[in-house]
């Protein structure tokens, strides 16, 4: 009797130790609803980073071209004005 009440101990302790590990594997689980949350935010941290490149590269060139245009209209240079540089004209065709 205290031998079949042993093995029932046992059984039951090894099911309730696979149960909590079931459920600790599912919630850490890559699939949670906290983990799909960050993938998207990083998703959207990296668009954001990639469209903030692009506004800094176009502003390195927008402010040199602008002070250039202003030297051309205060030396009283008629047409044609400087040429537009290739990052602002990409970044005006965006749209």
């Not at 209209?73 to 004005?81: N, Q, V």
């Amino acid at each position: 009797m205290t031998m079949e009440i042993l093995r029932i101990v046992a059984t039951l302790a090894v099911a309730g130790i696979a149960a909590a590990g079931a459920y600790f594997a599912n919630r850490f689980q890559k699939g949670t609803r906290e983990n799909k949350l960050i993938d998207q935010l990083q998703e959207e941290m990296k668009s954001m980073r990639k469209r903030m490149d692009g506004f800094e590269a176009r502003d390195r060139v927008y402010i040199p071209f602008i002070l250039r245009q202003q030297q051309h209209i205060e030396r009283g240079l008629g047409p044609p004005a400087p040429p537009i540089p290739k990052v602002i004209m990409d970044y005006l065709n965006d749209d």
